[in-house]
T-cell receptor
């Protein structure tokens, strides 16, 4: 019973490098989300996908792109990493009104 | 002003005390109310879910919603050191299930 799986768990990037964070869910949920969490800032929505084939910007989309590859997978790409993108990234999925299921997070440091 | 307000704490109480955590909100359309618990270096996990007004009890935890005051609460009875975590409130409307989050309250239970 995996739920939401995120990879990698940890990553260190140099400024200007690119990377893709992977997320997969096995609960047949329609909606998927990417958040970042910084001390004192709470959860901030980066992008979301209400259903397969659709993506929309959240509160803090600048510097990120996403791909909803299929119903199970939703990836987040940093094209040119900046130190301001140092954060913990969480992927979540939802099947409706009963709330979200979160992955265990990716700790990203950009130096 | 944020849609959902939550005191970030930290809130420190002795083991065995009754804990009260609260959120206020401004959008009267919210119908679904949730509490998530987040341990350090982990993803948030759904703790309590309530639809519309009223109380819901699950073991030592009670969630309360007062829609007339736009105020929700989470009570923890006989608090344990293992309850030390950050507690986030979240809520959504009747047709759009995208959650709006509080900032989270850090709770510390002292042995």
């Amino acid at each position: 019973n995996a739920g939401v799986t995120q990879t990698p768990k940890f990553q260190v990037l140099k400024t200007g490098q690119s990377m893709t964070l992977q997320c997969a869910q096995d609960m047949n949920h329609n909606s998927m989300y990417w958040y970042r969490q910084d001390p004192g800032m709470g959860l901030r929505l980066i992008y979301y996908s209400a259903s397969e084939g659709t993506t929309d910007k959240g509160e803090v989309p600048n510097g990120y792109n996403v791909s909803r590859l299929n119903k199970r997978e939703f990836s987040l790409r940093l094209e040119s990493a900046a130190p301001s993108q140092t954060s913990v990234y969480f992927c979540a999925s939802s099947g409706g009104a009963e709330g979200y299921t979160f992955g265990s997070g990716t700790r990203l440091t950009v130096v | 002003q944020k849609e959902v307000e939550q005191d970030p704490g930290p809130l420190s109480v002795p083991e065995g005390a009754i804990v009260s955590l609260n959120c206020t909100y401004s959008n009267s359309a919210f119908q679904y109310f949730m509490w998530y618990r987040q341990y350090s270096r982990k993803g948030p996990e759904l703790l309590m879910y309530t639809y519309s007004s009223g109380n819901k009890e699950d073991g030592r935890f009670t969630a309360q919603v007062d829609k007339s005051s736009k105020y929700i609460s989470l009570f923890i009875r006989d608090s344990q050191p293992s309850d030390s975590a950050t507690y986030l409130c979240a809520m959504s409307g009747p047709s759009n299930y995208q959650l709006i989050w509080g900032a989270g309250t850090k709770l510390i239970i002292k042995p």
